[in-house]
């Protein structure tokens, strides 16, 4: 166990290795952000001077190494824009996402396994293939447009919630969190739901599939002449057969909606990490850039390593061969 | 015979298919006593797998049980509703299936399965029903059963993962376990042991076994009484020792020759000529007239059922003769009870 803790930690370094290079290079291609910070009408020397301080007039790879090693000292620079160290920045708008990501997953987990397991029980039935047809709605339909109209149906005709924006906060373990009082679920609740529709889709689709499979497989057969009840052998063989493929795409999903809500962020008008990340690329605030794609790199990294470790609980033959 | 305590009367199962009803079991009749070992034979979709199914209830939609009785100590199970079934099964019937490797479910543990199979019936604690558990490893023979609990199915043998299904029937003490083909996919040896597990598990507990198989090896070597089917019927019964030295339907006799350990090595082996009808267009009247030696002119229609003075019985117009002689040249080992 721990040999493989070991070798998959190492290759997850080399991923945020191979990662950082990609990104400084593909930052770097973008073009030199001096000429958007300052104004046009500024001479010759005011641009030479900056970029001097930024060190922009190094070699590509002295850059890269000075980057990296103010990275290990935990220094990713400094916003151009908003004249703060970027890491300060970036993590103050991570609980806003992170509580709306999380939030957005356990709808998406506490709905989504529950249909998927019905559709998948009954696939015959009537409400399995309403159960369907909405799940093909959920990932086939613009989240933009149904966050749209979300709003349109409970903020502007009904009224009984807020159009967008974030409740109130509280501290909660040194993170700014809204979910603790009532008024912030209020405001969550709707492009929470608007974020989980696709991973819902998705994960009433995987676990009808994977229910359709075992459900007809020697062991649920033998369980059932066993007298075992449907409850149990649903709640039993099933749920930890099929567990596999959910827990796969649910670090995947979870990983993604961190890093790419941005869509729902800006139609909600939700502070967190998306839109800072689309107003960085709009005004070429480079560090931003960079420290966020990195952050986006570590996340997927651990999501990935946890989900690895997660798979040989859930599945002991899966043990066997990381152990051998 | 003593009390039957299975007894299967005229049951019919069918699949409505896009092809028409498909008769997979059509009037099979048996019954089975206390302590008894049943041989239920046949080919491949004879429907002796669906009969079991039938009678544990298990049968899934298109299927369904057309017609006739279960009796399980004078009571009918396919009677009773889906709840009341789920109380009897595995508690009064248990079922064995065929391969080990998928019977059990490979990310759980045997004590986890085991202690669900208790629980289902019984309400007790986690831990009582651990013991229970334990105790019925060690019934069927399973060396350390308390490790064993802690095991994964697939961190066991073929043979003991056979053990431990039939174990896991044995849980309830239950009055009948019905095993389909449940040593088809074992070693001749380890199929040896099992055998002889089952039959001292049948004699000391008195438990009715109804064992399903295509291999008139195991048969002659461990039932008490044999019951034949061909494409969903039953055609010949009767004590097993009787049946193997003087089979009276053709079918059957045509079985018994083409185990090669009755032949001359270096002879070419007899078979029964043709295959398995398909149950989508059975010929009318018996089903084993197109490959009958003896066929006649009556078999067009169905025949009745003969019986002998003896108690054995088959379905056919045109019975073998019995044979005076015992060759019971059997050289495999028998299981069989004294009695």
């Known amino acids: 166990m721990i040999g493989f803790l070991i070798q998959r930690i190492l290759q997850a370094l080399m991923v945020v290795i191979a990662m950082s290079v990609i990104v400084f290079l593909g930052v770097y291609a973008i073009g030199n952000p001096i000429d958007v910070m300052i104004d046009p009408a500024s001479d010759q020397a005011l641009r030479e001077s900056l970029i001097q301080r930024y060190g ?33 920045l970036i993590l103050s708008r991570l609980p806003a996402t992170l509580e709306l990501a999380l939030t957005a997953m356990m709808i998406a987990t506490c709905l989504g396994i529950p249909l998927g397991l019905w559709a998948g029980y009954k696939p015959d039935s009537l409400s399995a293939k309403a159960i369907m047809g909405f799940s093909v709605l959920g990932f086939s339909v613009p989240t933009f447009w149904v966050g749209l109209l979300l709003i349109m149906a409970f903020a502007v005709e009904l009224g009984w919630l807020p159009s967008g924006g974030r409740g109130p906060t509280t501290e909660v373990l040194g993170m700014q969190l809204s979910i603790t009082s009532l008024e912030g679920w209020s405001y969550i609740i709707l492009p929470a739901f608007n974020l989980a529709l696709f991973k819902l889709g998705l994960l009433i689709r995987l676990t009808r599939a994977g229910t359709i499979e075992v459900m007809s497989s020697d062991f649920v057969r033998f369980a059932r002449a066993q007298g075992l009840s449907e409850g149990k052998v649903v709640g039993l ?17 979870l990983g993604s909606t961190l890093a790419f809500a941005v869509v729902t962020e800006t139609v909600f008008n939700w502070p967190g990490m998306g839109k800072l990340i689309i107003d960085s690329i709009t005004v070429l605030d480079r560090p931003v850039m960079v420290a966020y794609l990195i952050l986006v790199v570590f996340l997927f990294v651990i999501i990935n390593l946890v989900v690895d470790l997660i798979y040989g609980q859930l599945d002991p033959r899966i043990r066997v061969k990381a152990a051998s | 015979m003593s009390e039957a305590v299975l007894r299967v009367k005229d049951l019919r199962t069918q699949f409505k298919t896009r092809a028409g009803v498909l008769k997979a079991v059509d009037g099979v009749s048996f019954e089975v006593g206390r302590g008894r070992i049943l041989g239920l034979v046949g080919e491949s979709g004879s429907g002796k797998s669906v009969t079991g199914y039938s009678i544990l209830g298990l049968i899934e939609p298109p299927g369904e049980i057309a017609g006739g009785e279960v009796l399980l100590n004078g009571q009918d199970l396919t009677r009773l509703k889906s709840e009341a079934m789920r109380k009897i099964r ?55 059963p308390e490790e064993r609990l802690d095991s994964y199915p697939h961190q066991l043998s073929g043979g003991m993962r056979q053990r431990v ?57 461990l039932a008490d009484d044999i019951c034949v089917m061909y494409a969903g019927r039953v055609v010949e019964t009767g004590p097993a020792a009787d049946v193997i030295a003087s089979p009276r339907h053709p079918y059957t006799a045509g079985l018994l020759a083409s185990v090669p ?76 009870s004294a009695s």
């Open chain 1, 56 to 88: 922009f007039d190094r070699p590509l790879y002295e850059q890269y190494f000075i980057f990296m090693n103010n990275m290990l000292h935990g220094d990713l620079g400094e916003s151009f824009i908003y004249r703060l160290p970027v890491l300060e």
């Open chain 1, 237 to 253: 063989h099933v749920l930890k057969n099929i567990s596999i493929p959910i827990v796969t795409v649910f670090g995947l999903e």
């Open chain 2, 90 to 144: 595995g508690a009064q019937i248990a079922m064995v299936f065929q391969d080990p490797m998928m019977t059990l479910n490979p990310v759980l543990k045997i004590g986890t399965q085991m202690i669900a199979a208790v629980r289902a019936h019984d309400r007790v604690s986690r831990k009582v029903a651990r013991g229970r558990a334990r105790d019925a490893l060690a019934k069927v023979g399973i060396p350390s």
């Open chain 2, 165 to 221: 299904a039939i174990a896991i029937a044995l849980l309830h003490n239950p009055a009948v376990i019905l095993a389909d083909e449940p040593t088809t996919a074992l070693d001749v040896s380890i199929q040896g042991q099992i055998l002889a597990e089952v039959r001292r598990l049948a004699d000391e507990t008195g438990t009715a076994f109804v064992w399903v198989t295509h291999d008139l090896a195991v048969v002659s070597s």
């Open chain 2, 261 to 336: 350990a009755e032949h001359e090595p270096g002879t070419r082996l007899p078979q029964v000529p043709g295959s398995t009808p398909s149950l989508a267009n059975l010929p009318p009247g018996c089903a084993f007239a197109p490959r009958c030696a003896k066929a006649g002119p009556a078999c067009t229609t169905t025949p009745p059922v003969q019986h002998f003075e003896d108690g054995r019985t088959a379905l056919c117009n045109y019975p073998i003769e019995p044979v005076s002689c015992q060759p019971l040249s059997s050289t495999s080992t028998t299981y069989r």
